[in-house]
Structures are given as C-alpha cells and as structure tokens.
C-alpha cells in the first residue's frame, strides 16, 4: 500500500545539519531532490516560491523539530496511516490506491490534497502535529476529499459552495471510519465552539445563504459545523449510500438550506 514516510529524508537533511554542511545544498540533496515532483506540486499549490523556500530553508536548526524527532521515536505516522486507510477501504474500495506522502514543509496545512500530474495525492505535514492523536481521523478524512476528486477532478475555480459541500462529506465519511467519536471532535472544534455553533445556528444559515459563512467575524472553523450539519440533512433524506454520497454535486446538498426550502 503506497503510504510514502518521505519525512524520513527530511530526517537525513537535518542530520547533514548537523555535520555542517550547507542547508541550501543539503536540502536538494536528501530531501527536495527524490522527491521534487511531489514536493513541487504543494510549493505551487500552496504558493511558495524558491526565494522564499530558499530564505526558510537557511534559517533552520535541526532543534526546531526536536519535537517532531521525539513523536517519531515514540510512534510510526506511517502504521497509523496503514491502519486507518484498511478501515476506509472497507467502508469505500478506492478506483485505485491512493499515494499518501508523510512530509515536513514549512507552508502546508496539516492535511491535504494536492493535484500532482492531474491527479490527487493526499499529504500530511507532519512538523503542524503536537502528537499523532489526530493523524488517523485526517487520514479518513483526506481519503474521503481524495475520493471526490479522483470522481469529479479539481474544479478550474473551487468555490465556498464546492468548498463547504466537500468538507461536509468529508467530516460524515470520517464518522462512518470513526463511529465512537462525538461530531465535535470530528469537526476539530473545541466542545465551547462546538455550543455556540449550536446556539447560533440560525445566523450561520444565514451567513451560508449568502455565501458569507466563512466571514472572519465568525469563530474559527465555526463553517465546518454548518458544512456538517448540511450534508447530515442532505444524507438523512435516504437513497444514497456513502460512495453515492461523495459524489454530490453542490446545488445538490445546498438544497437543504432553510432559506432554499
């Protein structure tokens, strides 16, 4: 199964650090270079330009990831991936095997779905964990983005109603991988978060009607709630299994809107 640790040549970089040699060359050397085809692809998506990789790249010291040295002396980020992608190959058998890349970056998310050659790879940056508690609910959760975009492709202009539609699938695949876990913690909300997205729910249909959910007015991730709660209400109307589910077409699901009733 391709689950790709390239942080392990990341690894290799930081020891050539540390005997001295120069960042830049090292760099190119262990890590940019066997992987340039991967890693260029998220530079581009994610807007990073040689200059500025280049500036960040000069200003490392291996003891900026001593915590990331600790966690991966503890645990393997790649069986944790391996597991949870068994799970979600029951739930929905993949067309083909995703490639799955265990990286150290400077500029990505945590996790991610990036085009590479015109088809998506999934990645994970693993210098934004604290701990891999929540590595195994990404992993279900980019498989389920990995998914629609191997169906549908990547949209030429990925708007918020593409954007809210696939983050809801995403959190509700991630609930079927993960059933014990309360909606709260799928949505990565803090629980206070979490009520006041519950006592607020009126004014975040409202801001989703008119395309303004994603206002920075409004707490954190508090779209995801209503990105949830949507496609929760689009499943409930029956007829579709989850592999049908992920397939959704947004006018589909934003028919479920209060206001589109």
Not at 15 to 30: D, I, M, N, V
Not at 104 to 114: E, K, N, Q, Y
Not at 217 to 236: C, H, I, M, N
Request: net charge neutral.
């Amino acid at each position: 199964m391709p689950v790709f640790p390239i942080y392990r040549d990341f690894l290799r970089f930081l020891e050539a650090l540390s005997r001295g040699e120069s960042p830049w060359r090292a760099y190119q050397k262990y890590y940019a270079g066997p992987h340039g085809n991967f890693l260029r692809a998220c530079w581009k998506a994610f807007g990073i330009d040689e200059e500025a990789l280049r500036a960040r790249v000069e200003r490392i010291r291996r003891g900026d990831y001593g915590l990331l040295e600790g966690l991966l002396q503890v645990e393997a980020p790649e069986e944790i991936a391996l597991l949870v992608l068994r799970r979600c190959f029951r739930l929905v058998p993949p067309p083909e095997e995703p490639e799955v890349y265990l990286t150290v970056g400077f500029f990505s998310p945590d996790a991610f779905v990036v085009k590479v050659d015109d088809k998506p790879k999934i990645g994970f940056g693993l210098e934004r964990f604290q701990d891999f508690g929540l590595l195994g609910l990404l992993v279900a959760h980019e498989y389920a983005h990995w998914l629609r975009r191997m169906s549908l492709g990547f949209p030429d202009d990925e708007n918020w109603r593409e954007r809210l539609v696939s983050e809801g699938l995403a959190v509700l695949f991630s609930g079927q991988v993960f059933p014990e876990l309360p909606p709260y913690r799928l949505l990565r909300l803090p629980r206070a978060r979490w009520n006041w997205c519950l006592a607020n729910e009126p004014l975040l249909w409202k801001r989703t009607a008119s395309g303004t959910v994603f206002g920075e007015d409004l707490p954190p991730r508090a779209w995801t709630y209503v990105a949830y709660r949507l496609v929760q209400g689009f499943a409930a109307e029956g007829g579709r299994d989850i592999r049908g589910l992920l397939t959704s077409s947004p006018d589909e699901v934003l028919s479920r809107l209060p206001e589109g009733r």
